[in-house]
T-cell receptor, first 112, second 112 residues
Framework: DVKVTQSSRYLVKRTGEKVFLECVQD?????MFWYRQDPGLGLRLIYF???????EKGDIPEGYSVSREKKERFSLILESASTNQTSMYLC???????????FGSGTQLSVL | QKEVEQNSGPLSVPEGAIASLNCTYS??????FFWYRQYSGKSPELIMS????GDKEDGRFTAQLNKASQYVSLLIRDSQPSDSATYLC????????????FGRGTSLIVHP
């Protein structure tokens, strides 16, 4: 089975901190995604990567950046955390374009 | 903005009944459609995928796709309390990257 692992299940940070969320997949998938999920708003795409060192902005990239130096790892960076970035962050991967997503277990981030 | 629309619910059905979940999408060029189930506090998991017009059945689940009318639906037969969850409709948008875009989800409650 495909495994998508997110480094932390719960994270508490202070306003202004730089925050790193890590995601690793073990099935050589080409595409990786970062979504955030908020009550009533569903899953919204922050960034995605279709290959190593390649990235595209999603619907809500402001305040975030990403890094994909190796195929298996996709990192989400909050340059200066703000309270409105308190959310559930979900990483996902898929083998190739058009196929289904495999999700990690999520990171609930609280910014105080 | 290419959109995926779902009724947020909750949809409440008695045990043993058929639950019908609907989704409409705005991108006429979309080719891949998915239903994910998400239990409270968990990450989404794939229930069904469908790529061509018509019905696709898998056990108690049937996905229906009508590209001309731009809707996709999920039927759950013999609903069980364990089916109580949020169901997310996802559409891979056209335009090269096939970005998965999600509806806000429909909450299903199956009562004994």
């Amino acid at each position: 089975d495909v495994k998508v692992t997110q480094s932390s299940r719960y994270l508490v940070k202070r306003t202004g901190e730089k925050v790193f969320l890590e995601c690793v997949q073990d099935m050589d998938h080409e595409n990786m995604f970062w979504y955030r999920q908020d009550p009533g708003l569903g899953l919204r795409l922050i960034y995605f990567s279709y290959d190593v060192k390649m990235k595209e902005k999603g619907d809500i990239p402001e305040g975030y950046s990403v890094s994909r130096e190796k195929k298996e790892r996709f990192s989400l960076i909050l340059e200066s955390a703000s309270t409105n970035q308190t959310s559930m962050y979900l990483c996902a991967s898929r083998r190739v374009l058009g196929e289904k997503l495999f999700f990690g277990s999520g990171t609930q981030l609280s910014v105080l | 903005q290419k959109e995926v629309e779902q009724n947020s619910g909750p949809l409440s059905v008695p045990e043993g009944a058929i639950a019908s979940l609907n989704c409409t999408y705005s991108d006429r060029g979309s080719q891949s459609f998915f239903w994910y189930r998400q239990y409270s506090g968990k990450s989404p998991e794939l229930i069904m995928s469908i790529y061509s017009n018509g019905d696709k059945e898998d056990g108690r689940f049937t996905a229906q796709l009508n590209k001309a009318s731009q809707y996709v639906s999920l039927l759950i037969r013999d609903s069980q309390p364990s089916d109580s969850a949020t169901y997310l409709c996802a559409v891979n948008l056209s335009g090269g990257s096939y970005i998965p875009t999600f509806g806000r989800g429909t909450s299903l409650i199956v009562h004994p």
